[in-house]
T-cell receptor, first 112, second 111 residues
Framework: DGGITQSPKYLFRKEGQNVTLSCEQN?????MYWYRQDPGQGLRLIYY???????QKGDIAEGYSVSREKKESFPLTVTSAQKNPTAFYLC???????????FGDGTRLSIL | RKEVEQDPGPFNVPEGATVAFNCTYS??????FFWYRQDCRKEPKLLMS???SGNEDGRFTAQLNRASQYISLLIRDSKLSDSATYLC????????????FGGGTRLMVKP
């Protein structure tokens, strides 16, 4: 089945540690996105990529990094510089312009 | 002012009721509009796109008023399974490549 796969489902980070969240899609979508959602809040854009080897900062990029070496993959690294990383992280992809985005089932990140 | 504003609710309604949610957006360059549904601790899922002429999908009707920058969602004959948070979503620019999400309206349908 076509879709977006995020892993792991749950992740725990120690102080000072970098962690990487995986996002893979087999929808042949060019554009991919990372969002953060805090409890009771809306989604905020971290980074997005419209094409392989190119990505742009979103609204809250500080403390995060991404890469887009393959069309199918858009991993997000939460660095130690992100002081409040506990949140629900959602990856999305989109086909053509003005089409809706479709989401993976998310990764919950917590601090140990 | 937030770019996309929604009443957070919760809206508590009995089964079978009709309920309407409203959403206002501030960016006049927005070209496309969507309603997503998000269940507790799950990812958002597309409910329906919103077209200028208004559109209906079963018990759900969406309306767009560009002049007032206002979007609505009407749910008829509410089911218990409609309980969720409904997110109003608009594109940020003519390219349609970035979305702005409202904070969501929570609906609870009671037996």
């Amino acid at each position: 089945d076509g879709g977006i796969t995020q892993s792991p489902k749950y992740l725990f980070r120690k102080e000072g540690q970098n962690v990487t969240l995986s996002c893979e899609q087999n929808l042949n979508h060019d554009a991919m996105y990372w969002y953060r959602q805090d409890p009771g809040q809306g989604l905020r854009l971290i980074y997005y990529s419209q094409i392989v080897n190119d990505f742009q900062k979103g609204d809250i990029a500080e403390g995060y990094s991404v890469s887009r070496e393959k069309k199918e993959s858009f991993p997000l690294t939460v660095t130690s510089a992100q002081k409040n990383p506990t949140a629900f992280y959602l990856c999305a992809s989109r086909g053509q312009f003005n089409q809706p985005q479709h989401f993976g089932d998310g990764t919950r990140l917590s601090i140990l | 002012r937030k770019e996309v504003e929604q009443d957070p609710g919760p809206f508590n309604v009995p089964e079978g009721a009709t309920v309407a949610f409203n959403c206002t957006y501030s960016n006049s360059a927005s070209q496309s509009f969507f309603w997503y549904r998000q269940d507790c601790r799950k990812e958002p899922k597309l409910l329906m796109s919103v077209y200028s002429s208004g559109n209906e999908d079963g018990r759900f009707t969406a309306q767009l008023n560009r002049a007032s920058q206002y979007i609505s969602l009407l749910i008829r004959d509410s089911k218990l399974s409609d309980s969720a948070t409904y997110l109003c979503v608009v594109t940020r620019n003519n390219a349609g490549n970035m979305l702005t999400f409202g904070g969501g309206t929570r609906l609870m349908v009671k037996p």
